[in-house]
């Protein structure tokens, strides 16, 4: 079994920053990537962010220069640094781990359970 923890969603005024984390923890000898998507009231959820554990970022355009991937091996842990934040941004975050639990098993993708980030105009 493996465990997400997303904390540091909030609500901010619009042109504000936040960043949000998420942790892994449990049943991982590996994660291959991280990702972080989001899903506003009535929508699909969508991804924004993906991170490999080898370093290379992918951003959905909407969110390209504004938003920062990154993550800590080490920590089993992902960041999501938001700036210039639009209201168009409101929408619950999740995180998602692809885990290999053992060595030489396959990869599963593990969620989050949601962190809400509000953008006022």
């Known amino acids: 079994q493996v465990q997400l923890v997303e904390s540091g969603g909030g609500l901010v005024q619009a042109g504000g920053s936040l960043r949000l984390s998420c942790t892994a923890s449990g049943s991982i000898f590996s994660i291959s990537s991280m990702n972080w998507y989001r899903q506003a009231p009535g929508k699909e959820r969508d991804l924004v962010a993906a991170?490999?554990?080898?370093?290379?970022?992918n951003y959905e355009d909407s969110v390209k220069g504004r938003f920062t991937i990154s993550g800590d091996n080490a920590k089993n842990t992902v960041y999501l640094q938001m700036n210039s934040l639009k209201p168009e941004d409101t929408a619950v975050y999740y995180c998602?781990?692809?885990?290999?639990?053992?060595?030489?098993?396959?990869?599963?993708?593990?969620w989050g359970q949601g962190t809400q980030v509000t953008v006022s105009s």
């Open positions: 998602k781990a692809v885990v290999q639990n053992k060595r030489g098993s396959f990869y599963v993708n593990y």
């Open positions: 991170i490999t554990s080898g370093g290379t970022t």
